[in-house]
């Protein structure tokens, strides 16, 4: 019988029982990020850092984000390794913990992130004490270099942001799930319960979720149902199903010889 | 006096505070941080901190994000 | 990584069924990552000096045996017989002895077999990561280093004394290679000489654990079966022909991307079935005594093991060729040294 309390998702010796990492972008209504996060289970949220619009005078997020959910600051708006340092020590600053999304993208047609900038930004921020979660294009050689200047997991996208496309670089994920020790978090693309669970099924420690879940008719029961999905696939993981069986080929036999012989 | 506020110019009739400035155009100062001249001044420094001409100031806080 | 648990089932499953399927699967992901390509080397013996004591070998330092050692001329003259075979890939062997072939000794060896081969291995003593290196820079890309067991207790009774007795830094021997630059290495445990099942796992967690540290080495396994010596059998048991081919296949389901190597110890017929069920790499017109292609008749010396396949290099890329194999004789040309 394989516990709960005893699968808990550990990041930079922080442990969480929930394997669901929530964005908070694109919600119609604010109060629907709180629902949602109690719907869900979530214990970690990501937030954004925008300029203040003095005239428009919306309320802030954080009045909807229960204090004990950790916050996982994003530094999108990034455009190179500069600008997400820059933004993580405003984040810092704020008070509300160090625990940083490296997101640096410079493509705004399928807004992917730099790898590059991202093994940069994460080296620096992980010198100035942040805790370091680098969003990346699912790469084992860049992988192992995030893991090397000190980041505590690695985020590889499943696909394109907001396409809903679910994961299209299962087999490069895989590998870093197979090769790399932190724990590997997908993020981007998943547009679909049945996504979230492939990815925990394929033994991804969490999933992180936005997209689909904001642009909801009903964002709380999409959110709950994600939620179910992950503790499903991960469930599925631990018990050890047999993998699909490969189609055979027939081919004539290769063994015979050794029956043979007198 | 010209400044620019989160990379609009605006005018200033005398020099003030950046705490009395933050006051006047957010209304959630407590969730503000501040960079003056791309360097960041912390909440507890913004009563101290005076605003001069051609100063850049910039305000950002927490909105949803993904 | 298999359990040793799985490992032995394996191991103990007769089913001539479950041995086809294994051979069937193997055969599909040697073809799908290694084409039909068949990697020829020839080995060169420059000296059976040996200062260790392993009782399951022709060369130990207790075996009154002629003990010979090729000077620069000599190297040269089998060099180049084994060049004019086609031969392109060499593997330079000695016993283990740090008096009789030295650093310097070898560094001479590398530098001579660069005149004549394009990709030079080494089978010789565990050296140092500093002497490494200085092999690396001379023009050797290949290290070959077998731990021949890994239960630390028959270690140290079949080595029973000289450098070798050290399981720790000969263990440790593949770590230092692939730091000094080596850019092929090759493992390897003698079947037989303890029980089957518990060496080939361990071999198969030090693979993993080398492929983990140093993911740019290429890997190569073998596990020639031990032979008897003059009539004296080491071998804990008998590994007959089914275990070694479901040694061979059930190695290439488990790392797809590793080179394996069979040497002449075994037949041909035994060489031609293996060849496509996981075996990449053969060596072609051995002879296993020093100075044995032009310098010395078999009489005179006792080789190290006895050849079983005698044909010649141009015997067996045709055998290759005929049964639709791709024989390689040059896969990589160095460019530099570092």
Request: with cysteine.
């Amino acid at each position: 019988m394989i516990s709960k309390k005893s699968d808990s998702l550990i990041i930079a010796g922080k442990k969480f029982q929930s394997r669901f990492l929530l964005g908070t972008g694109k919600f119609r209504n604010k109060s629907d990020v709180k629902s949602c996060i109690n719907s869900s289970g979530t214990q970690i949220v990501t937030v954004a850092l925008r300029r203040v619009d003095v005239e428009r005078h919306e309320e802030n997020i954080l009045k909807y984000i229960p204090k004990n959910v950790t916050l996982l600051i994003n530094t999108s708006g990034a455009r190179n390794a500069k600008e997400a340092v820059r933004i993580a020590h405003l984040a810092k600053e704020s008070g509300c913990g160090n625990w940083i999304k490296i997101e640096v993208i410079n493509d705004s047609k399928y807004l992917l992130p730099d790898n590059f900038e991202t093994i940069k930004a994460a080296e620096q921020l992980v010198k100035d004490g942040f805790i370091v979660l680098p969003y990346v294009s699912p790469d084992l050689n860049v992988a192992r270099e995030l893991v090397k200047v000190g980041s505590s997991t690695v985020m590889p996208l499943g696909s394109l942001i907001g396409s809903r496309q679910g994961i299209r670089t299962k087999e490069l994920i895989q590998i870093l799930i197979d090769e790399i020790d932190v724990p590997i978090i997908v993020d981007a693309g998943i547009g679909a319960p049945s996504q979230a669970a492939e990815a925990m099924e394929m033994g991804a420690d969490a999933v992180l979720i936005n997209t689909a879940v904001a642009t909801a008719l009903d964002p709380v029961a999409a959110a709950k149902s994600f939620a179910l999905a992950i503790t499903a696939g991960r469930l599925a993981h631990l018990s050890g199903m047999a993998q699909r069986a490969a189609s055979a080929q027939a081919s004539s036999p290769l063994t015979g010889f050794l029956y043979e012989q007198s | 006096m010209k400044i620019t506020i989160n990379g609009k110019k605006t005018a200033l009739k005398s020099p003030q505070t950046l705490a009395a400035i933050v006051r006047q155009t957010c209304k959630e100062p407590q969730y503000v941080v501040a960079e003056v001249n791309g360097k960041i001044v912390k909440s507890n420094g913004w009563a101290k901190t005076v605003i001069r001409e051609n100063d850049a100031i910039e305000l950002v806080s927490f909105v949803g994000g993904g | 990584m298999i359990s040793l648990s799985e490992t032995k089932k394996i191991l103990k499953d007769n089913d001539p069924k479950s041995l086809e399927c294994l051979a069937q699967k193997a055969k599909r992901l040697t073809e799908q990552y290694f084409g039909h390509a068949i990697s020829l080397y020839a080995p060169l013996y420059l000296s059976n000096y040996c200062s260790s004591h392993c009782i399951y070998c022709g060369f130990n330092n207790h075996n009154r045996i002629k003990r010979f050692k090729l000077n620069l001329d000599e190297m040269r003259q089998e060099m180049s017989y084994i060049k004019n075979k086609g031969i392109e890939n060499v593997l330079l062997l000695t016993g283990e002895s740090y008096k009789a072939t030295p650093l310097s000794y070898l560094k001479d060896a590398v530098t001579t077999a660069k005149d004549f081969f394009t990709s030079i291995s080494l089978e010789v003593h565990p050296m140092d990561e500093k002497d490494y290196h200085e092999l690396f820079l001379n023009g050797a890309d290949g290290l070959t280093i077998y731990q021949e067991t890994y239960d630390r207790k028959r270690y140290k009774q079949v080595h029973v004394s000289g450098k070798k007795a050290d399981y720790d830094y000969r263990r440790e021997t593949p770590k230092r290679a692939a730091k000094a630059g080596f850019r092929h290495i090759s493992l390897g445990i003698l079947l037989g000489l303890s029980v089957v099942a518990d060496d080939l796992w361990a071999l198969y967690k030090h693979l993993a654990e080398m492929e983990k540290s140093f993911p740019a080495v290429e890997y190569s396994l073998s596990f020639p079966r031990l032979r008897p010596i003059k009539g004296e059998n080491f071998a804990l048991c008998d590994v007959d022909d089914k275990t070694f081919i479901k040694i061979i296949a059930l190695t290439r389901t488990l790392f797809p991307r590793v080179g394996i190597n069979l040497s002449t110890r075994e037949p041909a017929y035994l060489r031609d079935h293996a060849l496509g069920l996981g075996i990449t790499r053969i060596s072609a017109e051995s002879n296993t005594s020093v100075g044995g292609y032009t310098l010395q008749s078999p009489d005179v010396q006792e080789p190290q093991f006895d050849i079983k396949d005698n044909r010649s290099v141009k015997e067996i890329i045709r055998a290759l060729k005929h049964r639709g194999f791709d024989p390689v004789l040059t896969d990589w040309r160095r460019i530099d040294n570092r």
